[in-house]
């Protein structure tokens, strides 16, 4: 098949979840089918960046987006009662240069990711799937738990737009997917049972335990520009570790991840250490004993906790990411949802030698299982295909019915 990949971001490097499932997607679907990727980016993208698609793709092009451009997109937007973040990724120059490249490559079937991307792709009369990635409306509703003032009224907003948009997906697209089935039933359509689940993978050559010096306690990763990691940072350290320090006063904790917000960066203190932009995130996994994930708001699935396990860590974390998850609690996974069930948890791990390594085994054991990107890969084309092989887009075949009409 010749596949027309559409993303709001250039996928590398990978900092962020959407470009870590749009990196490996398109690699995996390289192995039999011509891959083309256009992508849409607020900042220059490098040279040396693209060198990593290339290898994977028949043909690149990459939109700059002035930020300026679409910010004026978002209050158009907003008047108009739509999405903002749609109008943020959405410009006529972006527009303009979809429909030439499309024309030139002439895809069999269009794989699109998340409804950011929708004002490109929704009037082509290719075959097409979109990829929800998850359930956007939930994360927003989730992060207005924790907003004050304007901004949740903005957020309030944003949720309403970001459910109509997901249900009009099923009238645009032929075929939709998601990353888990908890955020699938979390979409807002009768038919969302039809929606594919993809999950993410693992480079298990990549990440696998390694022998590395045990300089802290518990470690939590992750962009720390993201909201509901910021959230989830200072939970930890302002709810969970003042428990955990009554019975172990020097356990010390690590916060990994690019382009910290001012909001981690402060706590760092004698106990806690905040690193920014690290060269090989697996050293920080490796350098601690427990991984805790705290996640209060977001969706989808952590790709942090399936990293950690595969490294070998034994991983605490709340409901709201073990409802994607799917580990067994107790057997693959400690579950805390509150600050003292949390907390709990990770001092009995620090107690307990044998329950730390065993917890540690069976988690490595489960995402090997379960979290394949080659085995998430083949999933994902047989969606293709299956599009294909089904004929006409669903824009085709309504234009044709109103044309007899």
Known sequence: MKILVVLPRFPYPLEKGDKLRAYYQIKELSKHNEVYLFCVSH?????????????????????????LVNYKNVVRNYINTKSLQIGYWDSHKARRNYK????????????????????????????????????????????????????????????????????????????????SENDSEAIPHRKNGDIHVIPNGVDFDYFKPMEHEKKYDIVFCGNMRYEPNVHASNYLVKRVMPLVWEEFPKATLLLAGAYPKHK????????????????????CYASARIFAAPMQTGSGLQNKLLEAMAMGLPCVTTSIANDSLQAIRDTEILVGDTAQEFATH???????????????????VFVHKNYSWETAGEKLEEVLRGVVMSGSSKVATEKYTRKGE
């Open 346 to 364: 990770i001092i009995n791990l620090l107690r307990n030698d044998e329950q730390r390594n065993e917890l540690a085994a069976n988690g490595t």
């Open 43 to 67: 900042t220059k993208v490098l040279p040396e960046h693209i060198e990593q698609l290339k290898p994977f793709c028949r043909g690149i092009k990459v939109v700059h987006s002035p930020r």
């Open 264 to 283: 981690v960066s402060q706590l760092a203190n004698d106990r806690v250490t905040v690193t920014g932009f690290v060269d090989d995130i697996r050293e």
């Open 100 to 179: 030439k490249f499309e024309r030139q490559v002439k895809p069999d079937v269009i794989y699109s990711q998340m409804v950011r991307t929708m004002p490109l792709v929704s009037r082509s009369v290719v075959p097409k799937v979109m990829d929800f990635q998850d359930a956007l409306s939930m994360n927003t509703e989730r992060r207005m738990d924790t907003a004050h003032g304007f901004w949740r009224y903005i957020l309030h907003f944003e949720f309403k737009m970001l459910r109509s948009t997901e249900y009009n997906a099923f009238k645009i697209f032929d075929g939709l997917t998601i990353i």
